[in-house]
């Protein structure tokens, strides 16, 4: 209940206490000075003359008891009147009671839906904490049919088609909202901002899976602006979601170089990251902590080459395959030192490994002299080897090594 319900109600029971106590409860005191009673007094003084007069032999006994009859009839007729008056006026204080107890609270509720305003005592949205009022979902739904039929007689506009695909994704409404989207991203200028959101959307209406044409939507952001954070952080769920740990290890990291280190953002990205390094058997390494950045990584650590296919596989690759270039340290733990990841493959294909790919900040290219290089043409999309995949590896090389073949030649079994 507002608290203009409860004033008001309150006003009215205060009205109603004033009109109603000194009716109900007035102390009920005979008035000396009433007629009732001064006429009994009368009528007394009289009988007590006529008393006199008869003593005094003045007055014949037949004519007292008449005259003393009358005075008698008189004074019972004063008496009932009296009390019919008494009983009369209690009546009517309480049916003045009643009337005031329903007229005064009726007359002001309607003279207040008469004159007054009625509909803020109809319950309200709640206000949002900027503000302003936070709209229904009915309303919402309401405003986004209105703008729907008003884009059928304008389909160019590209904005409505924006405010109405982030209406649909505000209902949960996510195959329109895609649809929507769609014509906002082939209407307006490109806009990783808008993409990045159109690829989100697509991906909730397929079940919240990021593979297919998510990526692809993904992809056109990052080629509009490579350190967009959002289409980072989607490129590297997609990683991630079809098993590709090490690569979404990679695009995480780049999100931590563009991001204050105490910021909600990298706790998060930090917290994937360490996932996605226990999935790929990496224990005990700082998931928070950002790489160095292309920029500062060293030149010399890097190696470079070429990957071919072994003559006898020729023809024999799936055509869905993912290729990952790596490097791995000649002594010491298997856990690649940088990794790239290639789709769709094109053999032979010219690589570049550096720190700048590197797994984790304390496992890079730079840490170790001599390496190994691996290529690995992945089924499963996945990082990890896994029986049918083919691979091949080059002889160790020193870190800053340019030229390498690295041939695929190999079955996992």
Same mark, same amino acid.
């Given at each position: 209940?507002?608290?203009?319900?409860?004033?008001?109600?309150?006003? #009215?029971?205060?009205?109603?206490?004033?009109?109603?106590?000194?009716?109900?409860?007035?102390?009920?005191?005979?008035?000396?000075?009433?007629?009732? %009673?001064?006429?009994?007094?009368?009528?007394?003084?009289?009988?007590?003359?006529?008393?006199?007069?008869?003593?005094?032999?003045?007055?014949?006994?037949?004519?007292?008891?008449? %005259?003393?009859?009358?005075?008698?009839?008189?004074?019972?007729?004063? &008496?009932?009147?009296?009390?019919?008056?008494?009983?009369?006026?209690?009546?009517? =204080?309480? !049916?003045?009671?009643?009337?005031?107890?329903?007229?005064?609270?009726?007359? &002001?509720?309607?003279?207040?839906?008469?004159?007054?305003?009625?509909?803020?005592?109809?319950? =309200?949205?709640?206000?949002?904490?900027?503000?302003?009022?936070?709209?229904?979902?009915?309303?919402?739904?309401?405003?986004?049919?209105?703008?729907? %039929?008003?884009?059928?007689?304008?389909?160019?506009?590209?904005?409505?088609?924006?405010?109405? *695909?982030?209406?649909?994704?505000?209902?949960?409404?996510?195959?329109?909202?895609?649809?929507?989207?769609?014509?906002?991203?082939?209407?307006?200028?490109?806009? @990783?901002?808008?993409?990045?959101?159109?690829?989100?959307?697509?991906?909730?209406?397929?079940?919240?899976?990021?593979?297919?044409?998510?990526?692809?939507?993904?992809?056109?952001?990052?080629?509009?602006?490579?350190?967009?954070?959002?289409?980072?952080?989607?490129? *590297?769920?997609?990683?991630?979601?079809?098993?590709?740990?090490?690569?979404?290890?990679? #695009?995480?990291? &780049?999100?931590? #170089?563009?991001? @204050?280190?105490?910021?909600?953002?990298?706790?998060?990205?930090?917290?994937?990251?360490?996932?996605?390094?226990?999935?790929?058997? !990496?224990?005990?390494?700082?998931?928070?902590?950002? @790489?160095?950045?292309?920029?500062?990584?060293?030149?010399?650590?890097?190696?470079?080459?070429?990957?071919?296919?072994?003559?006898?596989?020729?023809?024999?690759?799936?055509?869905?395959? #993912?290729?990952?270039?790596?490097?791995?340290?000649?002594?010491?733990?298997?856990?690649?030192?940088?990794?790239?990841?290639?789709?769709?493959?094109?053999?032979?294909?010219?690589?570049?490994?550096?720190?700048?790919?590197?797994?984790?900040?304390?496992?890079?290219?730079?840490?170790?002299?001599?390496?190994?290089?691996?290529?690995? !043409?992945?089924?499963?999309?996945?990082?990890?080897?896994?029986? *049918?995949?083919?691979?091949?590896?080059?002889? @160790?090389?020193?870190?800053?090594?340019?030229?390498?073949?690295? &041939?695929?030649?190999?079955?996992? =079994?």
């Amino acid at each position: 209940m507002s608290t203009f319900v409860v004033v008001a109600v309150l006003l #009215t029971l205060s009205v109603l206490a004033l009109l109603l106590v000194p009716l109900l409860f007035k102390e009920r005191k005979p008035y000396v000075g009433s007629a009732s %009673e001064l006429s009994i007094a009368v009528l007394r003084d009289q009988l007590s003359d006529l008393e006199s007069q008869r003593k005094a032999g003045l007055l014949d006994p037949q004519l007292f008891v008449e %005259e003393q009859a009358e005075l008698e009839r008189r004074a019972l007729e004063d &008496t009932t009147t009296a009390r019919s008056t008494t009983s009369y006026s209690s009546s009517r =204080k309480m !049916i003045i009671v009643v009337a005031i107890g329903v007229i005064v609270p009726a007359l &002001t509720l309607g003279l207040y839906f008469f004159l007054g305003s009625p509909d803020t005592l109809k319950a =309200k949205p709640a206000a949002d904490p900027t503000g302003n009022h936070a709209l229904s979902p009915q309303q919402i739904q309401s405003m986004a049919d209105k703008l729907a %039929e008003r884009l059928q007689s304008n389909p160019d506009d590209g904005e409505g088609w924006l405010i109405l *695909g982030r209406s649909y994704t505000t209902l949960g409404r996510y195959p329109e909202a895609a649809a929507a989207l769609g014509r906002a991203t082939a209407l307006l200028p490109p806009n @990783p901002n808008l993409l990045a959101d159109y690829a989100d959307v697509v991906a909730m209406a397929q079940g919240r899976r990021l593979a297919g044409e998510p990526e692809k939507i993904i992809a056109r952001a990052l080629s509009i602006n490579p350190r967009h954070i959002k289409s980072l952080a989607l490129a *590297g769920s997609a990683s991630f979601e079809r098993g590709d740990y090490g690569n979404a290890v990679q #695009t995480w990291r &780049t999100i931590l #170089t563009l991001v @204050p280190p105490d910021s909600n953002v990298a706790q998060t990205i930090g917290t994937s990251i360490a996932d996605a390094e226990r999935r790929l058997g !990496i224990a005990g390494v700082p998931s928070v902590s950002a @790489p160095a950045s292309p920029q500062v990584a060293s030149v010399a650590a890097s190696v470079s080459g070429t990957v071919v296919l072994a003559p006898e596989l020729v023809g024999k690759m799936p055509a869905n395959g #993912t290729l990952f270039i790596f490097a791995r340290a000649v002594d010491g733990s298997r856990v690649p030192l940088a990794m790239s990841r290639v789709n769709p493959i094109k053999l032979p294909y010219a690589f570049t490994l550096n720190d700048s790919m590197s797994m984790a900040p304390n496992v890079r290219l730079s840490s170790a002299k001599s390496v190994v290089i691996g290529a690995r !043409i992945s089924l499963a999309g996945e990082a990890l080897a896994k029986p *049918g995949d083919y691979e091949g590896f080059s002889a @160790p090389v020193k870190v800053g090594a340019e030229g390498i073949t690295v &041939t695929i030649g190999a079955i996992v =079994k």
